[in-house]
């Protein structure tokens, strides 16, 4: 068994020695034990690693300080919520707010002294960190797009069911953190978890078959509505998809969710909860590079997988019908919710509101969701919808905006719309390279690249991510950029806009400042042989690496 198994088992309901750690002043950091734990809580210890080598150096401590995650299934969050976030980020964390791929809130920055206060003004606002990180279900995505049918009300609503029926039954994170005291019980019984909780994160999301912008097959369970007229009727059940993986280690991988069965909507939670015991049972438990759901599918095998679910959901799983077509709509810019009212689509390029420079993204948000009462919801690309805004308000909010040089899904290009960047240095403890701080140059230099071969008007996505763990899903969509060593990237190809195909990677260990460079090349490919509507993942794949290669291009691209 890994060490966390005995602390999870130890811990009495996740309590540990959390309190009597947070409440020692004489130290910034906690034992690892309570770092194990206080995951589950929604938060990870961390230092600023730009500052580590020249603080050791002068024979003090790291920066210590912690990252708080909160739970939104499927992204909405109410006017006074968002508010309340925003005055934290000031109040203890380092003055920005940060749109997470599973659209989430994460503050960072946040020192030991105030990290129960923090947690407890995030649940005050009936939110929560609980249950956002650690070995348990996270946060429960669904279309962001506040479309007001009854499809996505169907969506909305069964994500912040799932969201409440997964979280743990122990009162341990209330006490804690709201209380503010160590209750001294046994822990509670945990009917779905266990003792020891699973043997590792659980990732859950459900899509619209026209709407797969959550990235579905990316979840531990992907579900995917059977649509009938007005309403959900049922869902394809699609288990083991992940994207961790390790570089050099091949038996660590992406893998894409398979279609395991299909259940009537009356049955969701059940078949939820089925998955999750299958993962909880089987999940390994000595090894956390492999104990993801995904091993198991394919240690095991399909139909092995499918009678261990029979057993735990009570019977057979109607067999899943072939995936539907899935697609992937634009969210940004000014779209009709079907109630007569609006939402505007904002870019936030790597989800950071931060205000920086003459873009003043987080004082402008603050006033024009104050003002106008909007509902905002985070979305899985990283940007913020402002939903629920009158025919009337409409040049009043873009005006308001644009004051404060907010920028517009129309002043960026396809590509800097659709990328994707990963928070990885300073606060990521496993990043390898750079990702949200090279976002801007990066695609910059993409975009010229594109330019030259008039191609800058296509929809094409990025991910960049600071290591091989795949926060910003690198391995599906167009181009993934992963890092690999300081100033270095694994560049992979070949995958779908849509989310439906793993990539490959063409390049390895390619320098920062060769990125584009090596991308060139398959641009220029791309406009002379291109069928027409053919997506740029799409004709990587149809060509295929040995081809990609071949294509007349700088040689020297990777590190000596
Ligand atoms: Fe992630 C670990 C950030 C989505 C796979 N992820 C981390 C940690 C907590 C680093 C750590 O363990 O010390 C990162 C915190 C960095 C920081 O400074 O904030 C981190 N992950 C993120 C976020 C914030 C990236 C972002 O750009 O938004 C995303 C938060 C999601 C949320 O709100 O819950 C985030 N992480 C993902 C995704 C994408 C997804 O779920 O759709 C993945 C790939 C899918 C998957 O789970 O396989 C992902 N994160 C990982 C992994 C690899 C897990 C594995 O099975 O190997 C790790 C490392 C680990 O767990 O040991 C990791
Ligand atoms: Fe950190 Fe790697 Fe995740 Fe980026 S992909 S946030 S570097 S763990």
């Given at each position: 068994m890994s060490g966390i198994e005995g602390v999870k088992a130890a811990s009495r309901g996740l309590r540990g020695d959390i309190a009597t750690e947070l409440a020692d002043?004489?130290?910034p950091q906690v034992t690892e034990a309570t770092y194990g734990l206080l995951k589950f809580h929604g938060t990870y210890e961390q230092h600023d690693r730009d500052t580590a080598t020249a603080l050791k150096q002068a024979g003090q401590e790291k920066d210590w300080q912690f990252m708080v995650r909160v739970r939104i299934p499927a992204g909405r969050l109410t006017a006074a919520q968002y508010l309340a976030l925003d005055d934290l980020a000031d109040r203890h964390g380092n003055g920005t707010l940060r749109i997470t791929t599973r659209q989430t809130i994460q503050f960072h920055g946040i020192a030991k002294r105030d990290l129960r206060e923090t947690i407890a003004a995030v649940d005050a606002t009936l939110l929560t960190t609980f249950a956002t990180c650690g070995d348990v279900a996270r946060n429960v995505m669904a279309t962001a797009a506040p479309v007001k049918d009854g499809v996505h009300a169907m969506l909305e609503e069964s994500a912040r069911m799932l969201s409440a029926a997964l979280l743990p039954r122990t009162r341990a994170h209330h006490a804690i953190f709201v209380a503010g005291e160590d209750d001294g019980t046994e822990g509670e019984e945990e009917p779905l978890y266990g003792a020891t909780y699973l043997p590792r994160k659980f990732k859950i999301g459900l899509a619209h078959p026209a709407d797969n912008s959550i990235d579905v097959l990316a979840n531990d369970l992907g579900l995917i509505a059977e649509v009938t007229g007005e309403a959900i009727t049922g869902w394809i059940v699609c288990v083991g998809g992940g994207h961790g993986m390790t570089h050099n280690k091949p038996r660590t991988y992406p893998r894409l969710a398979t279609p395991v069965g299909r259940v009537d909507h009356a049955d969701l939670l059940a078949a939820v909860e089925a998955v999750i015991r299958l993962s909880r049972d089987f999940g390994d438990r000595s090894d956390r590079k492999r104990a993801r759901l995904k091993y198991v599918i394919d240690d095991m095998g399909l139909d092995w997988v499918k009678d261990r679910l029979a057993e735990r959901f009570g019977r057979r799983m109607d067999e899943p019908p072939a995936l539907p077509t899935l697609a992937i709509p634009d969210h940004l810019g000014w779209h009709a919710q079907g109630d007569g009212r609006w939402w505007l689509g904002l870019p936030v390029p790597s989800g950071r509101i931060a205000d920086l420079g003459q873009v003043k993204l987080r004082a402008a948000l603050r006033p024009v969701i104050a003002r106008f009462g909007l509902s905002p919801i985070l979305t899985p690309q990283q940007d913020i919808l402002l939903a629920d805004v009158a025919e009337a308000d409409r040049g009043a909010v873009e005006r308001s905006l644009r004051s404060l040089g907010v920028e517009f899904a129309e002043d960026r290009s396809p590509l800097a719309r659709w990328a994707l960047a990963c928070p990885a240095l300073p606060t990521c403890g496993l990043a390898l390279a750079e990702a949200e701080r090279v976002r801007e140059p990066m695609i910059g230099a993409i975009e010229a690249a594109l330019a030259r071969h008039g191609l800058l008007d296509e929809r094409i996505s990025v991910r960049i991510t600071g290591c091989p763990n795949g926060c910003a899903r690198p391995y599906a969509g167009d181009i993934g950029i992963v890092g690999r060593m300081p100033g270095h990237y694994a560049l992979h190809v070949g995958g779908d806009f849509e989310g439906t195909r793993l990539s490959y990677m063409l390049?390895?260990?390619?320098?920062e400042a060769a990125v584009a460079d090596a991308l060139a090349p398959l641009f220029a490919a791309f406009a002379a042989l291109?069928?027409?509507?053919?997506?740029f993942g799409d004709f990587c794949h149809r060509l295929g690496r040995d081809a990609l290669l071949a294509l007349p291009g700088p040689t020297k691209l990777a590190a000596d």
């Amino acid at each position: 068994m890994s060490g966390i198994e005995g602390v999870k088992a130890a811990s009495r309901g996740l309590r540990g020695d959390i309190a009597t750690e947070l409440a020692d002043a004489t130290t910034p950091q906690v034992t690892e034990a309570t770092y194990g734990l206080l995951k589950f809580h929604g938060t990870y210890e961390q230092h600023d690693r730009d500052t580590a080598t020249a603080l050791k150096q002068a024979g003090q401590e790291k920066d210590w300080q912690f990252m708080v995650r909160v739970r939104i299934p499927a992204g909405r969050l109410t006017a006074a919520q968002y508010l309340a976030l925003d005055d934290l980020a000031d109040r203890h964390g380092n003055g920005t707010l940060r749109i997470t791929t599973r659209q989430t809130i994460q503050f960072h920055g946040i020192a030991k002294r105030d990290l129960r206060e923090t947690i407890a003004a995030v649940d005050a606002t009936l939110l929560t960190t609980f249950a956002t990180c650690g070995d348990v279900a996270r946060n429960v995505m669904a279309t962001a797009a506040p479309v007001k049918d009854g499809v996505h009300a169907m969506l909305e609503e069964s994500a912040r069911m799932l969201s409440a029926a997964l979280l743990p039954r122990t009162r341990a994170h209330h006490a804690i953190f709201v209380a503010g005291e160590d209750d001294g019980t046994e822990g509670e019984e945990e009917p779905l978890y266990g003792a020891t909780y699973l043997p590792r994160k659980f990732k859950i999301g459900l899509a619209h078959p026209a709407d797969n912008s959550i990235d579905v097959l990316a979840n531990d369970l992907g579900l995917i509505a059977e649509v009938t007229g007005e309403a959900i009727t049922g869902w394809i059940v699609c288990v083991g998809g992940g994207h961790g993986m390790t570089h050099n280690k091949p038996r660590t991988y992406p893998r894409l969710a398979t279609p395991v069965g299909r259940v009537d909507h009356a049955d969701l939670l059940a078949a939820v909860e089925a998955v999750i015991r299958l993962s909880r049972d089987f999940g390994d438990r000595s090894d956390r590079k492999r104990a993801r759901l995904k091993y198991v599918i394919d240690d095991m095998g399909l139909d092995w997988v499918k009678d261990r679910l029979a057993e735990r959901f009570g019977r057979r799983m109607d067999e899943p019908p072939a995936l539907p077509t899935l697609a992937i709509p634009d969210h940004l810019g000014w779209h009709a919710q079907g109630d007569g009212r609006w939402w505007l689509g904002l870019p936030v390029p790597s989800g950071r509101i931060a205000d920086l420079g003459q873009v003043k993204l987080r004082a402008a948000l603050r006033p024009v969701i104050a003002r106008f009462g909007l509902s905002p919801i985070l979305t899985p690309q990283q940007d913020i919808l402002l939903a629920d805004v009158a025919e009337a308000d409409r040049g009043a909010v873009e005006r308001s905006l644009r004051s404060l040089g907010v920028e517009f899904a129309e002043d960026r290009s396809p590509l800097a719309r659709w990328a994707l960047a990963c928070p990885a240095l300073p606060t990521c403890g496993l990043a390898l390279a750079e990702a949200e701080r090279v976002r801007e140059p990066m695609i910059g230099a993409i975009e010229a690249a594109l330019a030259r071969h008039g191609l800058l008007d296509e929809r094409i996505s990025v991910r960049i991510t600071g290591c091989p763990n795949g926060c910003a899903r690198p391995y599906a969509g167009d181009i993934g950029i992963v890092g690999r060593m300081p100033g270095h990237y694994a560049l992979h190809v070949g995958g779908d806009f849509e989310g439906t195909r793993l990539s490959y990677m063409l390049h390895d260990k390619v320098k920062e400042a060769a990125v584009a460079d090596a991308l060139a090349p398959l641009f220029a490919a791309f406009a002379a042989l291109r069928y027409s509507n053919e997506g740029f993942g799409d004709f990587c794949h149809r060509l295929g690496r040995d081809a990609l290669l071949a294509l007349p291009g700088p040689t020297k691209l990777a590190a000596d």
